[in-house]
């Protein structure tokens, strides 16, 4: 049972983390990857399992002690106030620019795949508004939601994988050796930056039940999120090759389209976006909790929701300025949001558990 | 209460959304789309590209009286700068609107081919509507929209003849199919020329009752590019010199000589070939080893050809005619220093680590690399009868 009412589980937070993960996942990691990985880029989640198991046991360290504070006064406690105060502010602001990043990249994705004629703006306000009016109730519900979703999702795209999988050539995976160890690592900079959300969702942590499964739980997911990246990269890049992955801006969409049931279930890339929308709903409301979660802490707010609206306007704006189109946006997250992702995902969690340590406050 | 006005408020805007042309300006109705089968490409007029587009003309698919109805092509065609121009120039006259998601086949012609073809595999990698799975074709001696107008099709569309041709071809193994995404990818590989298969209009039907010539469509083999220009054509056995090496035979027939010089017809049943590369001091060079099981399937003679000697003089026949045809092949590749069987990545899979060497000199390299095919046939069984007809007389 759950201590409180409006409390998650951390099994709930996991299925929300898978589904947040997974569309970025699908959409960055393969052209990541393959960009530096070249036919070996498929082993490049591998090397990302270490970081996100070394934020898993930072947090869990931190669990112990501190079992009912949200992060936000965790650091405030481990790194005094102002630094602490300071810190929690740039991951407000970091995850304010993730929210309108992931918010446009799901109407561009619409528009660049199946609605080209369609003013993004629509889909825009489409999306929002649905998230305005999801969030009315509570974190509980999308936690709820997810639960449902997930493994409607994770199916989906095991299938679709499924289907790929015996269209590959084996010349283009091939051959590894240890000349590859350089371009996996630096290709594993894409899924690291993404798998290290994880810490992001923990700026929920007064929210949440059960910490004590929390690195059983959570190991078994990132485990399970590795295999799955690979299994895609291998589908993705064994059918089209790493220099045909790398130019293509949705692969895992165009590897989908040449899907063909013995000549006659052809065309079901529809059930790919599909999944995208249902995952991006899931991404776009759980980024504006932890957000205004994050500003509760910030500006010692009793209740967040009279800012809800308001922060969702912001949202809209910040998605229509992030950038002029969809080339300034990929740039923008592969060679800004990827390394800051690691910053604040991996480097900021690293230096909180050194000085908790340091200040035997751990 | 308000929840209710809500819900049926959400319901109504979505159902109101669907005719919303003002917002959805791509939405077309199913019966407005033309769904393009064959895209066809060729040289038009002041240096113009051609794109004539084909589709399963749906009209007469069915008749009153409930016979199967001749499904013929609807061709329409159209010129512009590039391919997007082109293809959009068809909006001012066609009556349904082109939607290419179930394009299956993009035919190239000759004289484009001969130009240069990434342009044009740009627009159709390129536009979302696309697929990467469509398979490509060169059309040989003529364009490639003769080549679906004047086509003998017995009353079969293009787009079915040329997936029936596809799944029969595999009877010959002298070609095999390509498709876009395929392409792309060697195209990318400035080592690695590429293979195309070609098709060509082949016998000509002469009928009193049309108006125009009418003609069989046959593939025949590949058209070979260095970059992205057709340098030539390889067809029958030196294209089945090009699948044995690929590892691309299905079946086929190899015709051998008896030990009195009569025919005897070897049907393939399976064929594994695996390439094996070799540097030794500075030295590149490949054993290519084909397995093959044939199965007897006509006999020409009377002779009884069934003893050991016998199968043993037909395995090495059989082996010397594949042995031919893939040196032959090899020469050719050589002469013209065109990889089109992708050797160098057989060296980057067997020497990742100094493969970069490899790369590097591969143009000169490629001419030296000494082959030796190594063919183990065998025979394993005739069918129905045994002995040939009329050898029991001696």
Not at chain 1, 257 to 276: D, L
Not at chain 2, 156 to 181: C, H, M, R, Y
Not at chain 2, 268 to 290: A, G
Request: hydrophobic fraction near 45%; include cysteine.
């Amino acid at each position: 049972m759950l201590a409180k009412i409006n409390q998650i589980s951390v099994r709930q937070l996991l299925c929300i983390y898978i589904i947040i993960v997974l569309s970025p996942l699908i959409r960055l990691v393969p052209s990541y990857a393959a960009e530096y990985g070249k036919q070996a880029a498929w082993l490049s989640p591998l090397v990302s399992l270490l970081p996100t198991l070394i934020v898993i046991y930072i947090l869990d360290s931190i669990f112990k002690r501190y079992k009912t504070e949200s992060m936000a006064q965790i650091f405030e406690d481990i790194m005094s106030k102002p630094v602490g105060m300071f810190i929690v502010f740039l991951y407000f602001l970091w995850s304010t620019v993730l929210t309108a990043l992931y918010m446009r990249y799901d109407v561009e994705r619409l528009t660049g795949s199946i609605y080209p004629n369609i003013n993004f703006i629509f889909f825009i306000i489409f999306t929002l508004s649905q998230i305005a009016y999801a969030l009315r109730t509570d974190l509980t519900v999308i936690a709820r939601m997810s639960e449902v979703i997930m493994p409607i999702i994770f199916i989906l795209f095991g299938f679709l994988v499924l289907l790929l999988l015996p269209m590959i050539r084996h010349d283009t995976i091939l051959p590894i050796s240890y000349t590859d160890i350089i371009p996996i690592i630096k290709a594993s900079r894409g899924s690291s930056g993404i798998y290290l959300y994880y810490f992001l969702l923990f700026f929920l942590s007064d929210k949440l039940s059960h910490k004590q499964k929390l690195k059983k739980q959570s190991i078994l997911t990132i485990i399970i999120l590795v295999v799955s990246t690979t299994i895609m990269l291998i589908a993705i890049i064994g059918l089209m090759g790493s220099s045909v992955v790398r130019r293509t801006p949705i692969p895992f969409l165009v590897a989908v389209k040449q899907i063909s049931i013995i000549n006659t279930i052809q065309n079901i890339e529809s059930v790919a976006v599909a999944m995208w929308i249902l995952a991006d709903f899931i991404l776009i409301a759980a980024l504006i909790i932890v957000s205004l979660n994050i500003a509760k802490t910030l500006f010692n707010l009793k209740d967040i929701k009279p800012l809800q609206n308001i922060y969702i306007l912001l949202i809209y704006i910040l998605t229509l300025g992030i950038a002029n189109n969809k080339l300034e946006l990929e740039t923008f997250s592969q060679y800004i949001m990827i390394p800051i992702n690691l910053i604040f995902g991996l480097l900021i969690p690293m230096v909180l558990f050194a000085t908790g340590k340091i200040r035997k406050k751990i | 209460m308000r929840k209710f006005i809500c819900l049926t408020f959400i319901c109504l805007l979505l159902a109101a959304i669907t005719g919303c042309s003002q917002i959805a300006r791509s939405r077309i109705e199913i019966d407005e789309a033309m769904f393009v089968r064959v895209l066809s490409i060729d040289k038009g007029e002041n240096n113009n590209i051609k794109v004539t587009l084909t589709s399963k003309d749906m009209s007469s698919s069915s008749s009153g009286s409930g016979q199967t109805a001749k499904q013929q092509s609807y061709n329409i065609s159209s010129e512009g700068k590039t391919m997007l121009e082109a293809t959009r120039a068809l909006w001012a006259f066609a009556d349904r609107r082109p939607y290419y998601g179930h394009t299956e086949f993009i035919l190239i012609s000759e004289d484009i081919a001969k130009e240069g073809i990434l342009k044009y595999l740009d627009y159709v990698s390129r536009d979302h509507q696309f697929r990467h799975n469509s398979r490509i074709y060169i059309v040989k001696g003529s364009s490639a929209s003769s080549l679906v107008e004047d086509t003998h099709t017995s009353g079969v569309f293009i787009g079915d003849v040329l997936k029936n041709l596809e799944n029969n071809i595999v009877g010959l193994s002298i070609s095999s199919t390509v498709t876009l995404a395929e392409a792309m990818f060697i195209f990318d590989n400035p080592n690695v020329s590429t293979f195309i298969p070609c098709i060509e209009k082949d016998i000509k039907i002469v009928k009193e009752t049309q108006a125009q010539d009418k003609y069989y469509i046959s593939i025949k083999g590949y058209a070979v590019f260095k970059e992205d220009k057709l340098v030539r054509y390889l067809v029958n056995k030196e294209a089945r010199g090009i699948n044995w090496v690929k590892n691309r035979i299905t079946s086929g027939v190899i015709l051998v000589k008896g030990r009195k010089g009569e025919y005897i017809s070897l049907e393939i049943i399976n064929s594994q070939t695996k390439i094996k590369p070799q540097i030794t001091k500075d030295n590149l060079s490949c054993t290519i080893r084909v397995d093959v099981n044939t199965n007897i399937d006509e006999v020409t003679a009377a002779d009884d050809i069934f003893d050991r000697a016998g199968i043993d003089y037909l395995n090495k026949q059989q082996e010397e005619v594949i042995r031919k045809e893939i040196e032959n092949v090899l020469n050719i590749a050589q002469k013209a220093n065109l990889d089109f069987f992708g050797i160098i990545q057989n060296f980057h899979m067997k020497y990742p680590v100094s493969w970069k060497e490899i790369e590097k000199n591969w143009a000169e390299l490629f001419p030296r690399i000494k082959f030796n095919v190594v063919v183990n046939s065998k025979i394993n069984r005739t069918y129905l009868i045994r002995d040939p007809t009329g050898s029991t007389k001696k």
